[in-house]
């Protein structure tokens, strides 16, 4: 899957000169959490978050008067305290890798550029989707979840023996297991009963984490 996939267009954008208040206004109206800033030609020049509006505020305010401080704030522009060292992506990266440089940067959205025009932005919450859809958490079924012994063929004889019962996997995710010689595989099946399915995976497991029906209204 590549971020032009599951990213957010049209991108809503704000202008470095808008008042900081404009902003954070602007951005509890689109219930949005970060936005791009570009110049007049549309290029991308930073990127403002709720964060950044929020804790804004002027660096003497405090032997000021509240009319003052309101007065000093509502100078404070977007450029002054926007993120000017962006990170940006382009569409056509993996998904994966989109997740990998937020977690390593610790930022919670990547605008996606073509050529310094802003095309998509990804967020967190679109990552979090993704692993709804992953998981097939919106999905009934039987949940499973088993450590694997972490050799060639393995999960390809587990996924087989799921067939030949008959069963549906609705959904298959693999993560780090408990050393390096196991993985944790997650399974969501359906058309099957549960001790059919234990039972049908018994020879290719090396323990059951976890094991539940998952059923939604």
């Known amino acids: ?14 202008h470095p000169k808008m008042s900081m208040q404009e902003a954070l206004k602007l951005m509890h109206k ?29 660096s003497d305010a405090t032997s ?8 000093l704030i509502g100078q404070i522009t977007v450029k002054e305290i926007m993120t000017n060292d ?4 382009t569409d056509d990266t993996p998904i994966e890798e989109a997740a990998r440089i937020m977690v390593d940067n610790k930022i919670g959205g990547l605008p996606i550029v073509d050529d310094g025009d802003v095309v998509g932005i990804i967020t967190e ?9 992953l998981m097939g958490a919106r999905e009934p079924g039987i949940r499973i979840a088993a450590l694997v012994p972490n050799i060639p063929g393995e999960l390809a004889q587990l996924t087989k023996a799921i067939f030949d019962i008959g069963g549906n996997i609705l959904a298959l995710g693999t993560f780090l297991g408990d050393s390096s010689e196991n993985r944790e595989v997650c399974i ?12 049908a995976i018994k020879p290719f497991y090396e323990k059951i984490v976890d094991v539940r029906k998952a059923e939604f209204s």
């Not at 000021?64 to 007065?71: A, T």
């Not at 099946?189 to 234990?198: I, M």
């Open 30 to 58: 689109e219930r949005v959490r970060r936005f791009p800033v570009v110049n007049k030609r549309g290029k991308l020049v930073g990127i403002v978050s709720e964060k950044d509006l929020l804790n804004a505020s002027p």
């Open 64 to 71: 000021l008067s509240i009319y003052e401080v309101n007065y």
């Open 188 to 199: 969501k099946v359906d058309g099957v009963k549960q001790k059919e399915l234990e039972d």
């Open 125 to 133: 919450t679109d990552l979090f989707k993704v692993l709804l859809e």
């Open 1 to 14: 899957m590549l971020v032009k996939e599951r990213m957010s267009h049209p991108v809503i954008t704000v």
């Open 86 to 89: 962006v990170i940006t992506i």
